[in-house]
């Protein structure tokens, strides 16, 4: 019974991730609807881990489920998507405090780093999905070094509704502000050098607010083009 147990637990746990990572990564789209028994085909497993994992990425707000609908990839409104970037900045500008006494060389030059690789051009959408990696790599290590597990699972959660809403919203125009990130990032980790905590916070609240702003314009941009 122990042996059987674990095994169900690990199939389920693969099939959450195999779902979770296939929304994330723009396979499944917003509103798309999820069928059980076809998702029970495609991964070689019975009905029941499909159903259990669904009901984990529902949990998380990933998906949705309708009674005598079916199940739905979410889509996010646009009171969702400001109140999950005010959660953000404050989760982040609590992290920053934490870690602006923490964080070591070897993550600022990490930062630096991905600084760098930031400036890379971004022209296929294999440039796109690295750029995408790549800055949220940059935040995870500012994150990291806050030494806050919680926060940063808090944190990790926040980012799976956030990358829903930009999938949602098909912002194309995101590479013309590449410029203005790229300076955001610039002060955030001048910020960390000088361990200048007021400097810190405010950059990190311009980044997230600039960048929540612009999501929010797409995703009503895109209602008014459905509605016309």
Same mark, same amino acid.
Do not use: C, G, P
């Given at each position: 019974m122990e042996l059987a147990r674990l095994k +169900?637990? $690990?199939?389920? %746990?693969a099939v959450y991730s195999a779902l979770r990572q296939a929304i994330l990564s723009r396979v499944f789209r917003s509103g798309e609807r999820l069928h059980v028994e076809e998702l029970a085909d495609k991964l070689g497993v019975?009905?029941?881990p499909v159903r259990q994992a669904i009901q984990q990425l529902a949990v998380e707000g990933l998906v949705e489920v309708k009674p005598r609908s079916g199940t739905f990839v979410a889509s996010l409104s646009v009171q969702d998507v400001e109140e999950t970037f005010d959660l953000r900045c404050a989760l982040e500008c609590l992290a920053a405090? $934490?870690?602006?006494e923490k964080i070591s060389? !070897? *993550?600022? #030059? *990490?930062? =630096?780093q991905l600084l760098r690789a930031l400036k890379r051009p971004v +022209?296929? *959408? !294999?440039?796109? =999905? #690295?750029?995408?990696? %790549?800055?949220l790599e940059f935040h995870m290590i500012l994150l990291r070094a806050s030494g806050n597990r919680r926060l940063l699972e808090m944190y990790e959660g926040l980012n799976a509704h956030i990358k829903i809403a930009r999938i949602h919203a098909a912002d194309t125009d995101w590479i013309t502000r590449l410029q203005d990130e790229r300076a955001e990032h610039e002060a955030i980790v001048a910020a960390l050098e000088k361990k200048n905590k007021d400097q810190l916070v405010q950059a990190i609240r311009k980044h997230i607010f600039r960048a929540r702003d612009a999501l929010i314009a797409a995703l009503r941009q895109n209602a008014n083009q459905a509605n016309a």
């Open positions: +169900r637990e $690990r199939a389920v %746990d019975s009905l029941t405090e $934490r870690a602006i060389a !070897k *993550e600022i #030059r *990490e930062l =630096k +022209r296929t *959408e !294999k440039d796109q =999905k #690295r750029h995408e990696a %790549d800055n």
